[in-house]
T-cell receptor
Framework: KQEVTQIPAALSVPEGENLVLNCSFT??????LQWFRQDPGKGLTSLLL?????REQTSGRLNASLDKSSGRSTLYIAASQPGDSATYLC??????????FGSGTRLQVQP | DAGVIQSPRHEVTEMGQEVTLRCKPI?????LFWYRQTMMRGLELLIYFNNNVPIDDSGMPEDRFSAKMPNASFSTLKIQPSEPRDSAVYFC???????????FGSGTRLTVV
């Protein structure tokens, strides 16, 4: 059974810092991996999707990497802003379409 | 497109009552998912459909939970009878095959007292 772990559970940084969120998964036979953002009381917004054949994806200040063999992904956020404050969730699709989620990293960016 | 639409946004009900949550997926998406989010267990898959057919309901916690998708534009998740431990946020999501996309609704916050 696929298990997804995210470290750290919570992170507080001053504005402008670069930061890295970590995600690990137990079964490397994945179809893709996604990073989502969830604001309090809201739904999930997809940030980046990495196919199993890819090593990384970039969108603006966000960069996600994937190392399938070691079962790890990182989300790098450059020059963090208070508006980046949210919970970030990692999820893997093993090919059956349903996603297995990590428990998330709650990020607070201090102005 | 208005995205995935869930109703109601909030539901407060008494233990033992029947609860029905509703979802309208994005037009053209052929997968529909029901997830539940709690502080203790995070986001868990309950059931998903492909082309209106249930594919995997192994995440449905008990016989008190049932889900239907009578057509491509509507799905329901029913809890009967409801219990306080069912209190959670229930998310519906839909997905397309080509291009691959995954869209979540805003969720229904259920409180059973």
């Amino acid at each position: 059974k696929q298990e997804v772990t995210q470290i750290p559970a919570a992170l507080s940084v001053p504005e402008g810092e670069n930061l890295v969120l970590n995600c690990s998964f137990t079964d490397s036979a994945i179809y893709n991996l996604q990073w989502f953002r969830q604001d309090p009381g809201k739904g999930l917004t997809s940030l980046l999707l990495i196919q199993s054949s890819q090593r990384e994806q970039t969108s603006g200040r966000l960069n996600a990497s994937l190392d399938k063999s070691s079962g790890r992904s990182t989300l790098y956020i450059a020059a963090s802003q208070p508006g980046d404050s949210a919970t970030y969730l990692c999820a893997v699709d093993t090919g059956r379409r349903a996603l297995t989620f990590g428990s998330g990293t709650r990020l607070q960016v201090q102005p | 497109d208005a995205g995935v639409i869930q109703s109601p946004r909030h539901e407060v009900t008494e233990m033992g009552q029947e609860v029905t949550l509703r979802c309208k997926p994005i037009s053209g998406h052929d997968y529909l998912f029901w997830y539940r989010q709690t502080m203790m267990r995070g986001l868990e898959l309950l059931i998903y459909f492909n082309n209106n057919v249930p594919i995997d309901d192994s995440g449905m916690p008990e016989d008190r939970f049932s889900a239907k998708m009578p057509n491509a534009s509507f799905s329901t998740l029913k809890i009967q009878p409801s219990e306080p431990r069912d209190s959670a946020v229930y998310f519906c999501a839909s997905s397309s095959a080509v291009p691959y996309g995954y869209t979540f609704g805003s969720g229904t916050r259920l409180t059973v007292v």
